[in-house]
Structure formats: structure tokens, C-alpha cells
């Protein structure tokens, strides 16, 4: 396994990548599979809880997730070709940081539930249903695999803060 660049915001060229549509992956392999593990060894190196595979410059529909809380067992999750089938009417406000927009927070309205399926690290498919932080967690992702970004779902002005506070704080480093 290895830890992978991700890609941010305030980078051109990165963010050309991030907006990519990402394709769908016909079968689980072995190079699948090690790509999955490469980025989940990404994910908890960033500290995160999510991570879509066009982040480390992959557009491909794949997600890892790990929800374990600190001091908690990790509970590493895989997603490959996911979709959400439903999503409940009821919505929630719930503040949301990307690994691709380092250090920013903001409030995101989502559905509160959905039920989603996709294929998981052995290929087999899966539908089941998400809430809470989980289901924001999804979503998130899942907007990735679109090319859209959380501060997407933000103000121009708020969205145009959030790059421009990245991209200072690069400078700074």
C-alpha cells in the first residue's frame, strides 16, 4: 500500500481533475482492489473519513469511508459504482469538510436518509440505507464521482472564501 497525493482546490490542474466526471468500473479486480487500499491508507494519513478515487486523481466511481470514531476499531467501507436509489424528503444541515479544500468547514443541506447500492470490495452488490453521518458521508462522495464539490453547494462569495483561504494557507507553507 501506499499514500497518494490528493488533489485540492487551489492547484489548476488538480482542480480540472476534481470536476471530471468519473467513469463507471465494469468489474472488482486485484488492481481495484489495491488502488481501495492505497486510498485508505490516504484517507486515514490526511486524517479523513471519506475519499473518492478522483481525489487522488482516479475518475473512477470508487469511495472508501471509515466512520470509526477515535479510540473506536476501524470499520474501513468500500464503494465501487455507487448510486442512490432513494432519498427521504427530510433534510439536514450538517458541516461538512473535504480533504480537496483542506481546513474549510461549512454547512451543507442534504436528504437525512437514502438508500444507496453499489458493488463492495469483493464485487458483491449491496443496497442498504444510510443515515446520519453516514448518509452525509455518501452524499459527499458521491458528489465527487459528479465532479462537484461541497463548497459547491455554497454562495459564490462563500465558495470564492474557501479557495482563496486554501490557497493562502499553501502560500504559507
Not at 121 to 134: K, R
Amino acid at each position: 500500500m501506499s499514500i497518494r497525493r490528493i488533489l485540492t482546490v487551489d492547484n489548476a490542474a488538480d482542480l480540472a481533475v476534481l470536476k471530471q466526471k468519473s467513469a463507471t468500473v465494469e468489474t472488482v479486480t486485484d488492481d481495484l482492489r489495491r488502488l481501495m487500499d492505497d486510498m485508505l491508507e490516504t484517507m486515514y494519513d490526511a486524517p479523513g473519513i471519506g475519499l473518492a478515487a478522483v481525489q487522488v486523481g482516479e475518475p473512477i466511481r470508487v469511495i472508501v469511508m471509515d466512520l470509526a470514531r477515535d479510540g473506536e476499531e476501524p470499520a474501513p467501507r468500500y464503494f465501487v459504482n455507487p448510486e442512490i436509489l432513494t432519498s427521504s424528503e427530510e433534510t439536514h444541515a450538517y458541516e461538512e469538510g473535504c480533504l480537496s479544500v483542506p481546513d474549510y468547514y461549512d454547512d451543507v443541506e442534504r436528504p437525512s436518509k437514502v438508500t444507496l447500492r453499489y458493488m463492495n470490495y469483493q464485487g458483491e452488490t449491496v443496497v442498504e440505507e444510510a443515515e446520519e453521518l453516514y448518509a452525509v458521508c455518501i452524499q459527499h462522495e458521491m458528489d465527487h464521482l459528479e465532479g462537484v464539490l461541497f463548497i459547491d453547494h455554497l454562495s459564490r462569495l462563500r465558495r470564492d472564501r474557501a479557495i482563496l483561504k486554501v490557497k493562502k494557507a499553501r502560500r504559507a507553507a
